[in-house]
């Protein structure tokens, strides 16, 4: 039996074929696309257009990968990027370009609907997140209040994934996990927040499609697609979900215990929970999952940024970025860096900067820097890491994707301030991973009524043992007296202004 992921990201489009007899990827084609160019600052649009032909491209090399296994695929499942707004008129055409997830011109909306409900933390109590530039709610009231033409004619609300998943089957639905990244749903009861759609605009309701169970399919492939494609049937589609979700379900997160962290230019903690998750302070997003259960996440926005920064300041290359780190004890000779370099979403700083701190004689040397930088992004982390502790999530072991989890002495760095073992896995497909298993899943609901999602991606998503990375007592005990001089470092220097 074999699975199609698609894994429909910011920059490209990934789609892979699991064979899950072997648990093996056994094809797979990528397409990349940009930003629509000229816009003005904090403006991030794409043409959708560029993600169905990605798309299409992508599964028809796919296709053509696996020869006459083609017509053992069963599903497909799609994998988008979250928060994006995409509005169809009334014969489903596209009114504009979709704002993204990157896009941060909605900063006045985001005040006007906070502002409407009371503050932050009265909006949290109803719907279980505060408002973000990002989201998709202040797209829509953006929208709305700047082009007031385009939005008379939106018929259709729709995310990334969704409308992937519209032009696949012709179907039009919201499942939990992506929609409670809109700002729109309450994610306790995983219903529409009807105060907040009423606020945006009465008619709000009838513009978004069904919302339901992640556990279902959408529908059958198109007949157009399974022609072009030709495939002798037509693919189940699966409900799919956002890129966070499908990368929990790539990376076995789908039990209590198991938390993945990424170690991307940007860093994600997100935990498996069996209850929802709502942070009265709002740092910890109270996401669903794609499995009907709930992914509190944490996002912070220096990560490989601070490693890739000061490798370019000394000329190093990767290797010898990794072989000076390894050089320098924990602690940096005292050095501690604040890595926020691009401002930082968690904590909220987003005004925020940079600072090494506690430079001597003795560890001003590029080493040290190097060793500095990495252990202030993964103490970064570590701060969304204790957020999720205090609201109940206890990591048993966390699972490290991104181009910073290829580095040994950054593993064993992160085992020892997050005082749990650390181990990648022995694919790094992620989403796209998940969303084929995804698939998979359905599939086999479908089919069989009843089957264990964990059992059913053990022989698949596989811990490398060999980079698995055990907390040292002694140095994680060290690590604790430097998170408590990074953690105070940053409350004082944001409370006096400074950063």
């Known amino acids: 039996m074999l699975y199609i992921g698609i894994d429909s990201g910011t920059q490209s489009t990934k789609s892979i074929v699991v ?69 169809l008129n009334d014969v489903n055409e596209v009114v504009r370009p979709a704002k993204l997830w990157c896009d941060t011109s909605t900063a006045q909306q985001c005040d006007e609907i906070i502002e409407e409900f009371g503050g932050s933390a009265a909006l949290i109590k109803l719907v279980g997140n505060t408002m973000l530039p990002g989201w998709t709610a202040p797209k829509i009231l953006w929208l709305k209040e700047n082009e007031p033409d385009n939005y008379a004619s939106v018929r259709s609300v729709l995310l990334p994934h969704d409308y992937i998943n519209f032009w696949l089957t012709g179907e039009k639905r919201m499942e939990y996990g992506d929609a409670s990244g809109t700002g729109l749903m309450e994610v306790r009861s995983r219903r529409w927040c009807e105060p907040v759609l009423e606020f945006i605009d009465p008619g709000l309701h009838d513009k978004l499609p069904s919302l339901g169970s992640s556990r279902q399919a959408v529908g059958l492939l198109r007949e157009n697609l399974r022609q072009k494609w030709g495939l002798e049937v037509s693919p ?30 940007s860093g994600t903690i997100y935990a498996y929970s069996t209850e929802p998750i709502v942070d009265p302070e709002g740092e910890v997003a109270a996401f669903c999952d794609s499995t009907d259960k709930w992914l509190p996440l944490v996002c912070t926005m220096n990560v490989t940024v601070a490693t890739e920064q000061t490798r370019k300041l000394f000329g190093w290359d990767v290797q010898t970025l990794n072989q000076q780190v390894e050089t320098i004890p924990a602690g940096a000779g005292g050095l501690i860096f604040l890595p926020y370099l691009t401002g930082e979403r968690t904590p909220n700083l987003p005004n925020g900067s940079g600072v090494f701190h506690g430079l001597t004689a003795a560890n001003m040397t590029p080493a040290h820097f190097g060793r500095a930088a990495m ?35 950054w593993r064993q760095i992160c085992a020892d301030v997050f005082r749990v073992p650390v181990v990648c896995l022995t694919t790094a497909e992620g989403a796209a991973l998940g969303a084929a298993l995804h698939g998979a899943w359905i599939d086999q609901l479908i089919n069989r009524k009843s089957v264990n999602l964990a059992d059913l991606l053990r022989p698949v998503v596989m811990p490398d043992e060999n980079s698995r990375a055990l907390p040292n007592p002694a140095t994680a005990e060290q690590y604790q007296e430097v998170y408590t001089r990074f953690k105070g470092l940053t409350q004082r220097l944001a409370s006096g202004g400074y950063l």
């Open 375 to 409: 252990e202030g992004a993964t103490l970064g982390l570590a701060y969304g890491l204790n957020r999720c502790r205090s609201l109940g999530i206890r990591p048993a072991e966390i699972r490290l994707t991104g181009g910073g989890s290829k580095s040994r002495v």
């Open 19 to 87: 064979d899950l007899a072997s648990g093996q990827i056994i094809a797979s084609a990528q397409k990349t696309y940009g930003f629509i160019p000229g816009l003005p600052p904090g403006h991030m649009e794409q043409d959708p257009q560029v993600w169905l032909d990605a798309v299409d491209a992508t599964i028809q090399a796919c296709v053509q990968q696996v020869g006459p296994r083609k017509n053992e695929l069963r599903a497909i499942g799609v994998s988008g990027q979250q928060h994006g707004l995409v509005v």
């Open 236 to 265: 189940v589609i699966s409900a799919g979900g956002g890129d966070n979700m499908m990368g929990a379900i790539g990376t076995g997160n789908v039990q209590p215990g198991v938390v993945t962290a990424s170690l991307g230019t």
